[in-house]
């Protein structure tokens, strides 16, 4: 019996969630992901999750669905005031990673519950440095296809956890849902693993 909604089509995130111990379902929640003119990169990432969960209560309620709590998540690599998104293509992709190369990066993934009682979030923010690439290895990455679909071009669950050289946060926020943050948002529903 489906305890609780995803609101994402993200395999990583899947895959997390259910190491918490929850019965879900994912539903599809499309949203328009472009910042606002000078929008905070906390505030962006915090409004995508909100979004992405209201857009999945929406789902619900436009195909008559059982009303569970739905969980959304959103996950930024920001360097210095820049958000760091999703690439475009290749050539995005190989500017992202030579930004990061050799320097110190945030990470943030937020996460949002929308309930019948409205909805909570969380942010996790962690610190990644990477290690100096040569053009060869970033462009043998790019080449592997493995940056295209994540936020900075890399996957620390890939091929990129090689670049990382040190990590003060989170991993499985870096990979797209920070376990620790939504087993305590799910703990309040009476729901997963930290809920007994
Ligand atoms: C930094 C990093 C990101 N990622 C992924 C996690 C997210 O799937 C993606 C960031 O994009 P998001 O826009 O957060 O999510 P998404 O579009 O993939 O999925 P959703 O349907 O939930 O909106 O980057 C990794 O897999 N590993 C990493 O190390």
Redesign the pocket.
Same mark, same amino acid.
């Given at each position: 019996m489906t305890q609780l909604y995803l609101a994402?089509?993200?395999p990583?995130?899947k895959e997390l969630l259910a190491q918490t111990g929850v019965i879900f379902e994912r539903i599809a929640a499309p949203i328009d992901?472009t910042p606002l003119p000078n929008e905070n990169p906390r505030d962006y990432v915090i409004r995508m999750a909100v979004e992405?969960a209201e857009s999945g209560w929406r789902h619900l309620l436009q195909m008559g669905l059982a009303l569970k709590p739905v969980l959304?998540? %959103?996950?930024s690599?920001v360097l210095g005031d820049e958000i760091l $998104?999703?690439p475009l293509d290749a050539a995005d992709a190989t500017a992202m990673l030579k930004k990061l190369s050799g320097s110190t990066h945030e990470?943030l993934t937020s996460l949002a519950l929308r309930t019948e009682g409205g909805v909570e979030t969380m942010l996790n923010v962690s610190r990644v440095t990477f290690a100096a690439l040569t053009d060869a290895q970033i462009a043998a990455y790019v080449a592997s296809g493995e940056p295209m %679909?994540?936020?900075?071009a890399?996957?620390?669950?890939g091929v $990129?956890g090689l670049f990382v050289a040190h990590l003060d946060g989170s991993y499985t926020g870096?990979?797209?849902l920070p376990l620790y943050e939504t087993a305590q948002l799910l703990a309040k529903q009476g729901l997963g693993f930290m809920a007994a």
């Amino acid at each position: 019996m489906t305890q609780l909604y995803l609101a994402s089509g993200s395999p990583r995130r899947k895959e997390l969630l259910a190491q918490t111990g929850v019965i879900f379902e994912r539903i599809a929640a499309p949203i328009d992901e472009t910042p606002l003119p000078n929008e905070n990169p906390r505030d962006y990432v915090i409004r995508m999750a909100v979004e992405k969960a209201e857009s999945g209560w929406r789902h619900l309620l436009q195909m008559g669905l059982a009303l569970k709590p739905v969980l959304a998540s %959103d996950t930024s690599v920001v360097l210095g005031d820049e958000i760091l $998104g999703k690439p475009l293509d290749a050539a995005d992709a190989t500017a992202m990673l030579k930004k990061l190369s050799g320097s110190t990066h945030e990470v943030l993934t937020s996460l949002a519950l929308r309930t019948e009682g409205g909805v909570e979030t969380m942010l996790n923010v962690s610190r990644v440095t990477f290690a100096a690439l040569t053009d060869a290895q970033i462009a043998a990455y790019v080449a592997s296809g493995e940056p295209m %679909d994540k936020a900075g071009a890399y996957g620390i669950q890939g091929v $990129g956890g090689l670049f990382v050289a040190h990590l003060d946060g989170s991993y499985t926020g870096v990979m797209g849902l920070p376990l620790y943050e939504t087993a305590q948002l799910l703990a309040k529903q009476g729901l997963g693993f930290m809920a007994a």
